[in-house]
């Protein structure tokens, strides 16, 4: 039996949010070490999506090179990523752990598909130079067009042809070209946006369409497909190229010609003014996410912790978990001590204890961690009732060192929560008063390599590429 995505969307809890986003120069400000606009999505993300949406990342790079970027950026881990330009799909099982391939994707995409006719023709022009072996994909042929002294009207009259050979010769293939030199000869079925119409419809079967929207970002014309999925709204990033651009203005000219069958009044698609995840924030706000967000957590508040309530706590505490995790992500590591409550320890990953509340935090929590170069944030922080009014928060704690990512020296943490206002807690706060944290304990150890994501994604690129 295939493993697939369903899982993850079967998951507990109704997802509220989804956003599905591009990568390079889209979530990620490449040239930027600072990564300050990602940093800033980090932290909203974690405080006020976290706890009941979906993160997918779409990018057109293989695993091999997804693998290189998330050593080169403080980036989250999704819980859905589609990889290789939408021909290859993975998932976190819940309760965490490493991704792993959607089988039922890739069984869909064989419908049609001849990889050796696509090299065939393809070899025929000689101004499509291949691109590195393990951008070669399964279902995913990969180019560079070399222009030369040839105009755009030459380059579009090649793909034309090339698409127009495939054609011809009864090839399932659909031809991806972006960023004014990459073409990717694709499974017909295939594409960011396929792909991402395949996990909508699994939704929409199991009757957990998110009600609060699905947000999809991008900056080139491979996202392009993402924003003609029915039922999204989208960011096309300031940054975004010319191609990319070039169809927000043409789905802009049809929407006030009233062509789309769409509202004037409320446009689908927004350019933003800020580059890369700056943009995706300012399109969070605009389209009204963030205050969802904010009502929702006010209701699950409302609903889960006033006093005599006989909801379920785990929604609104996983909130008040984020929340004071989420200085976390700014580098801040003595944020969470801070709050410890009188006699709260802390195990070092050097198996030291250390007692913390009374004042011994303080000086911790004065200057945010420098720690590689400044750049520290919680990844896959997973939240569980241990007991009446205390919670468990599991996370991943990693820093940059030397401006990439350390994944020799990332920290597994548990924190021992307790969330003052919770029902069920002996310390519940009268007339429903939004929850507080108290940190109980704090467990910090060393998160072995072979734990990683990092290493997950290299072996599996290895392993696909080696069955091509």
């Not at 990018?59 to 999704?78: H, I, K, V, Y």
Request: hydrophobic share 45%; with cysteine; proline share 5%.
């Amino acid at each position: 039996m295939l493993a697939d995505v369903s899982i993850v969307l079967k998951g507990p809890g109704h997802p509220r949010f989804m956003l599905v986003s591009d990568l390079d120069h889209t979530m990620v400000q490449n040239k930027d070490p600072t990564h300050e606009r990602l940093l800033q999505f980090n932290r909203l993300w974690t405080t006020h999506f976290a706890p009941d949406s979906l993160l997918v990342f779409s990018t057109g790079r293989s695993p091999n090179l997804f693998a290189e970027l998330w050593d080169e950026a403080p980036l989250l881990t999704p819980d859905i990523l589609i990889c290789s330009v939408g021909t290859e799909l993975f998932y976190r099982p819940p309760g965490g752990g490493p991704l792993v391939p959607d089988g039922s994707w890739e069984a869909e995409l064989d419908k049609g598909w001849d990889r050796a006719a696509v090299l065939d023709i393809v070899a025929r022009r000689p101004r499509l130079r291949p691109q590195p072996n393990s951008e070669q994909r399964r279902h995913k042929l990969s180019f560079h067009l070399e222009a030369g002294n040839v105009g755009e009207e030459d380059a579009a009259m090649l793909l034309e042809g090339l698409r127009s050979d495939l054609a011809a010769a009864g090839v399932a293939a659909k031809v991806v070209y972006s960023g004014g030199i990459d073409v990717d000869v694709l499974a017909q079925g295939a594409g960011k946006g396929k792909a991402l119409e395949f996990l909508l419809a699994q939704l929409r079967g199991l009757d957990r369409w998110p009600p609060s929207g699905v947000q999809v970002n991008g900056d080139s014309g491979n996202d392009a497909e993402l924003f003609t999925v029915p039922g999204v709204r989208g960011c096309v990033v300031a940054n975004a190229h010319k191609e990319l651009l070039e169809f927000y203005h043409q789905q802009q000219a049809q929407q006030a010609a009233g062509e789309d069958g769409g509202s004037k009044h409320a446009p689908r698609i927004v350019l933003a003014t800020q580059p890369c995840a700056g943009g995706i924030v300012e399109a969070l706000t605009a389209f009204g996410s963030i205050s969802d967000a904010q009502a929702a957590a006010a209701l699950a508040s409302s609903d889960e912790i006033g006093a005599g309530s006989s909801g379920r706590p785990e929604a609104a505490a996983a909130r008040a978990a984020a929340v004071a995790l989420a200085p976390l992500q700014g580098g801040d590591t003595g944020a969470l001590e801070a709050a410890a409550e009188a006699g709260a320890t802390r195990a070092t990953a050097e198996g030291g204890l250390v007692a913390l509340g009374g004042g011994a935090a303080t000086a911790a929590a004065e200057e945010p961690s420098q720690a590689g170069g400044g750049i520290t944030w919680a990844d896959a922080v997973a939240v569980r009732e241990v007991g009446p009014g205390l919670f468990l928060a599991n996370y991943q704690l990693w820093s940059f060192k030397e401006g990439s990512r350390d994944s020799g020296g990332a920290l597994a943490c548990s924190a021992l929560l307790r969330v003052v206002g919770v029902n069920g807690s002996r310390d519940d706060a009268e007339g429903g008063e939004a929850a507080a944290v108290k940190l109980v304990h704090l467990h910090e150890g060393p998160l072995g390599y072979d734990l990683t994501a990092t290493k997950a994604f290299r072996d599996l690129a290895v392993s696909q590429a080696a069955t091509e």
